[in-house]
């Protein structure tokens, strides 16, 4: 027979699977629509980035609304439009701890940019959520943060 208790594990961690990928798939979102504030509720306090594969950057450790309004906010304010295309999530939780990689394709128009107006950007991201508590997800019984 099947076990019940095994079966629930089972659901919970496919739920909070689902529900890992809607927080990247909403920090996309609030990227595109440039929705500063929602999109500090997708992180911890501080958070630990490495974009040293695109920009001549050192991957580090800073805080979560300083890096946002510094390093999106202000470093993309010029585009005209964004879309940030993720596909192909893999999703490994352990307790409280989740590592995420997606694909990405991502596309910024900026008119009169030289070259054309369009650069399209493609890669992986990989993540690492913490479940973080108080969270107003845990009125519903998730592990996962909060995501507005």
């Known amino acids: 027979g099947i076990n019940a208790e095994y079966m629930g594990f089972i659901i919970w961690i496919s739920m909070d699977k689902q529900e890992i990928i809607e927080v990247i798939n909403k920090m996309a979102i609030y990227l595109d629509s440039q929705k500063w504030e929602e999109m500090k509720d997708c992180f911890i306090e501080e958070v630990e980035y ?11 450790k800073v805080n979560t609304a300083e890096w946002i309004n510094t ?12 879309m940030h295309f993720l596909s192909n999530f893999e ?11 997606c694909y990405v394709n991502c596309l910024h128009v900026l008119n009169g940019f030289p070259g054309g107006d369009r650069l399209t950007v493609y890669g992986q991201y990989e993540l690492c959520l913490l479940y973080t508590s108080p969270s107003p997800r845990d009125q519903r019984g998730s592990r996962m943060p909060s995501s507005a």
């Open 50 to 60: 490495d974009y040293s594969q695109i920009f001549d950057l050192p991957a580090a």
């Open 71 to 82: 390093f999106w906010k202000e470093g993309l304010k010029k585009w005209t439009f964004l």
């Open 91 to 101: 999703v490994n939780v352990v307790g409280d701890k989740a590592d995420a990689k």
